[in-house]
């Protein structure tokens, strides 16, 4: 593998879309799932669940409110937001331009048996 695939910058690889929140796949694997969330102002995503995986925004640009549980969390560049599996989370409006790293392990999708899994 060249060095330059273990590097991306990732405000380079951000995408807008004028009618819904558009997601950018960085990273995938059965243990993992890194990717981007970018937001034009105004839009949001939906409160959901993941059950039996952990998530976690990053906010890279832009300022945005997230809803966790029951709260509702202002963020800005630099901000963590986590979510714990089962936990309902999502992101209540974009008040900027706004993109946000998202990582969840493990990745949605169908269960990884201990077969499957590397030791």
């Given at each position: ?99 946000v790293l998202?990582?969840m392990a ?14």
């Amino acid at each position: 593998m060249e060095s330059r695939e273990f590097v991306q910058h990732l405000v380079d690889r951000a995408t807008f879309r004028p009618d819904a929140m558009a997601k950018v796949d960085c990273f995938r694997s059965h243990r993992l799932i890194v990717g981007l969330n970018c937001f034009e102002p105004g839009q949001s995503q939906a409160a959901h669940t993941h059950a039996g995986a952990d998530k976690f925004y990053v906010v890279l640009a832009g300022k945005a409110t997230f809803l966790v549980a029951d709260h509702e969390i202002a963020a800005g560049p630099g901000d963590l937001i986590t979510a714990p599996a089962g936990v309902p989370h999502g992101v209540a409006r974009a008040h900027e331009r706004t993109v946000v790293l998202m990582a969840m392990a493990p990745p949605p999708g169908p269960a990884v048996s201990a077969e499957t899994t590397p030791r």
